[in-house]
């Protein structure tokens, strides 16, 4: 064997889903927010919990090995505390909670996954369509309580690439913004709250628009806010001077992308600009392994959906006529694309 080589890469890469399955365990089970309380010991964390004496102490003992929980003292009067980061990401009434697209993945993408083999075989989604038949969108769309899930999956991970456009970007010169697929409003309500010069409309399905107008009501901005409902590929794209596309343009096929690309063109008004929220792979395609990974993600809930790079964007946006792009980095993996039509 060669002493210089090291199989410890390989081996937590290959095993990393017993990390992964452990915390979004934790994040199912409540774990953070009873621990935002306060400190608890093995046995109290047991009992509320409901779990067997046999998941004790090793459970815990794993978060705190990998980083998601505190201890101090050992043995059975032993007390474990949240992190700085879980006590403000994971407790469920911490206004930084993103345990959503966690509480998503553990309830469905985790055991989608293992057919990620299939899928770079046959270029067969292997998510609820593998099933039943019926496309994502619309068997999700079916289940309020799982629409309601998704969408708080999406917003946990997007606020903090939301809220970065709104300080980064500059949104002075522009009076009106639409953003298409809006979801929760998320994205609206955020560069409003930032910008209040502007009026933003949120759009998404007819199911998801009541789901909006409370979390615009919640935040007090149905003044400056308003939602829509839209089929995006049926309906024409509301007139604005910027349309936004939050985690959107990821989720279809090249002609579908055009065709979002060329609708937004087409609504916007001359020096009017197209903003693009996704996890943009590198152009080398070697970093962003997030990126990266999300493309694959695609594979299995779309099959032929993919992420793309700030060229890609650059050559589309070209293609439908706008004049120029730029990109803004956001929060790790993410960026904004920006397609700007010419004044």
């Known amino acids: 064997m060669n002493a210089s080589l090291s199989p410890e890469h390989i081996l937590q890469t290959g095993m990393a889903f017993w990390g992964s399955k452990a915390l979004l365990s934790a994040v199912e089970l409540g774990v953070f927010t009873l621990l935002a309380e306060g400190p608890h010991t093995a046995e109290q964390l047991r009992r509320r919990l409901g779990l067997h004496p046999r998941a004790m102490p090793d459970f815990l003992d794993t978060l705190l090995a990998l980083g998601f929980v505190q201890r101090e003292g050992s043995g059975e009067l032993a007390a474990y505390s949240n992190t700085a980061e879980t006590q403000f990401f994971l407790d469920r009434a911490s206004p930084g909670y993103i345990g959503g697209v966690l509480e998503m993945a553990n309830a469905r993408l985790y055991p989608f996954w293992a057919g990620l083999t299939e899928a770079l075989r046959t270029g067969q989604p292997q998510n609820e369509i593998k099933h039943s038949g019926e496309p ?169 959906a993919f992420d793309y790079t700030g060229a890609d964007f650059d050559r589309w946006a070209r293609e439908v006529g706008f004049q120029r792009t730029e990109l803004i980095p956001l929060v790790g993996p993410g960026s904004a694309a920006v397609a700007y039509k010419q004044a």
Not at 198 to 221: F, K, M, Y
Not at 233 to 242: G, H, K, N, W
């Open 136 to 304: 994502m969108f619309a068997k999700l769309y079916e289940d309020p309580a799982r629409l309601e899930q998704f969408m708080a999956a999406m917003s946990g991970i997007s606020a903090g690439n939301f809220t970065l456009l709104a300080d980064k970007f500059d949104f002075g010169p522009y009076r009106t913004l639409a953003d298409i697929g809006g979801a929760t409003g998320q994205l609206a309500c955020l560069v409003a709250a930032r910008h209040p010069h502007l009026r933003c409309t949120t759009l998404d399905l007819p199911q998801v628009t009541a789901i909006a107008e409370r979390h615009i009501e919640r935040r007090g901005l149905a003044g400056c806010v308003q939602a829509r409902p839209i089929d995006f590929f049926s309906d024409d794209f509301p007139q604005a001077d910027v349309i936004t596309m939050g985690m959107i343009l990821h989720d279809w096929n090249l002609e579908k992308k055009l065709q979002l690309m060329r609708k937004a063109y087409d609504a916007l008004p001359p020096g009017g600009c197209l903003i693009a929220v996704d996890n943009l792979i590198d152009d080398d395609r070697r970093h962003n392994a997030f990126g990266l990974l999300m493309s694959l993600n695609m594979l299995i809930e779309f099959g032929d």
